[in-house]
């Protein structure tokens, strides 16, 4: 079942920090902090880091072992593990489109932060006001010309590494920027922690106010926990294909979700004080990114470099997922028309932008699609992964690539018996949350 010609990491670091990469998005940055400050901070993280370890990891582990058992993308990885022509094959193919669709408006926002990086650059942030702060933003998403720009010069960007290969393209970049957005994320955090608001901030974040958490938080913990780690997309089948054979899947999957969960927790810790100390609102949305906080920011000692720093990291967050939701469709037309690699990605490239000019120009269209990918695709891909690695593929290959060089081999019947039973039903309960059922 092993193609000689599937490329590998060169290392199982460089895997978790590909993983982490794909995993690590501008979700964390603003989703996560925003969630968080609408559901009463630390009861909410508790519940929060409960639900990626129960539901979250063991999907991420059910989705490297398929990519790694199959050494395919996507749908490849289906047909060879279940066999011709099965219904289990259209689980791949929503993979595919999932990640197209997202990557269609998620480079619309990564445009915005590239915009914002050169703002900052051009150091525009300097003594504005709240609504200088709107009207910047205002005139980014009311002049179609200039977001689309952004979002082809994003989308190129992502191309050039996925033309690069997983090696000299994937990895080599991946071992720049998580290392970097995790550098410049230190640095912002330990400043925001000196601010006046980091004690209330903190107080808020690992506070346990299990008054403030309700039925609709717990299970936005359990969504979230489940959608951080880029899990339905099939980055992690698409990743797991390139594993070396006696790479740990445990333990590399648990890696990943650490350092995704690190990010989303530094995030906060670096958001919260600012928040408290210019007396802004800790449940305010994604507005956060691209109007309050360049505001306050620049009212900071060192303002032109935090702001700086702080968009530069959003661009590498958002950069790194970009890559892998490339990956996954560029994989796909390699494996299935024997594409060569550059001529994949460049068509994705195109595709996208042509696709996403529409985010880009139309709320509605970019309304439309956030709704099909979080509320739909998403979990009925998850949902799937988790029906189809527990019941589907072969016990042999299945306890094989588990145990496969794992230190964790001896949890292989705790993670199957959750996989078959409570992480389907926790991921049914998201989907019906988020169509409004329950």
Known sequence: MTSPKRAQWNSRTGFILAAAGSAVGLGNVWKFPYITGENGGGAFVLVYLVCIVGVGVPV????????????????????????????????????????????????????????????????????????????????????????????????????????????????????????GLLLLLLVLMIRALTMPGAGQALDFLFGMNWDKLTAAGVLEALGHSFFTLSLGMGAMITYGSYLRPRDDIASASLATAGADTLVAIMASMMLFPIVFSFGMEPGAGPGLLFVTLPQAIAQMAAGPLLSLAFFVMLVFAALTSAISMVE????????????????????????IIAVGAFATASGTWFDAVDYLVSNWCLPLGGLGIALFTAWRVDEALRSREFRSGSALARFYGTWLWTLKYPVPACILLVFLHAVGVV
């Not at 290969?165 to 720049?176: L, S």
């Not at 996954?328 to 595709?351: D, N, P, W, Y």
């Open 60 to 179: 991420l582990m059910a989705e490297v072992l398929v990519g790694r058992g199959s050494r395919s993308s996507c749908v490849g990885a289906f047909r060879k593990l279940a066999g011709g022509s099965s219904p289990w094959l259209g689980v791949g193919g929503l993979a595919v489109f999932t990640s197209f669709a997202l990557m269609s408006y998620y480079s619309t926002v990564a445009g915005w932060s590239l915009h914002y990086t050169y703002l900052s650059l051009k150091n525009l942030f300097a003594d504005v006001d709240f609504a200088q702060a709107v009207q910047h933003f205002d005139e980014l998403r009311g002049t179609p010309a200039l977001g689309i720009a952004w979002q082809v010069l994003f989308t190129a960007l992502t191309v050039l590494v996925v033309v690069a290969g997983v090696q000299k393209g994937i990895e080599r970049w991946a071992r720049i920027m998580m290392p």
């Open 328 to 351: 996954v469709i560029a994989s796909q037309l390699i494996e299935s028309f024997g594409m060569a690699r550059h001529k994949a990605a460049l068509l994705c490239g195109v595709t």
